[in-house]
C-alpha cells in the first residue's frame, strides 16, 4: 500500500534502533533521533488495518487537506480549480469563489477526480 515504508509498534531504546536501521532498502526513521520518534496515530494504523482485512480494492492517491486549493482532473468540470472545504472517502465540497465579487459557491464532488492544484 505504501512502496518503502515500514510500521513498526515497537518502543525504541537504543538498541533496538540500530537494528531497525540494518533494515534492507530503509532510507530514514521518522524523527529527529532514536529519543524523539515521530509516531503514526494510532487511529490511522487501525484505519489501514481494517482496509487491508476488508478486502476492498485500494489505489494510490495524492494526500489532500481540507483549506488546500485542487483542481479536478476529469468528468465535466475537469480543470476547474477550487478550495477543498470537506473531504471524505467518497465525496468533498469544493468551493469555486470570485474574488472580485467576494461571492463562492459550493458543489459536491467525487474526492477520486481532485488533485492538489
Not at 536501521?21 to 515521530?38: D, M, N, P, Q
Not at 496515530?41 to 492517491?61: C, F, N, T, Y
Not at 489532500?64 to 470537506?86: F, H, K, N, S, Y
Amino acid at each position: 500500500m505504501f512502496p518503502g515504508y515500514l510500521f513498526l509498534h515497537h518502543a525504541l531504546d537504543k538498541e533496538s534502533d540500530t537494528e531497525v536501521r540494518k533494515a534492507r532498502g530503509l532510507v530514514t526513521i521518522l524523527g529527529e533521533s532514536w529519543t524523539c520518534r515521530e509516531a503514526v496515530p494510532d487511529e490511522d494504523i487501525e484505519a489501514l488495518q481494517r482496509l487491508v482485512h476488508s478486502g476492498l480494492a485500494a489505489a494510490p492517491h495524492p494526500y489532500l487537506r481540507e483549506g488546500q486549493r485542487v483542481r479536478i482532473t476529469r468528468g465535466p468540470m475537469a480543470d476547474v480549480e477550487g478550495i477543498l472545504v470537506r473531504s471524505n472517502a467518497r465525496k468533498g465540497l469544493l468551493v469555486l469563489s470570485v474574488g472580485l465579487l467576494h461571492r463562492s459557491v459550493a458543489v459536491e464532488v467525487d474526492c477520486t477526480t481532485v488533485t492538489a492544484a
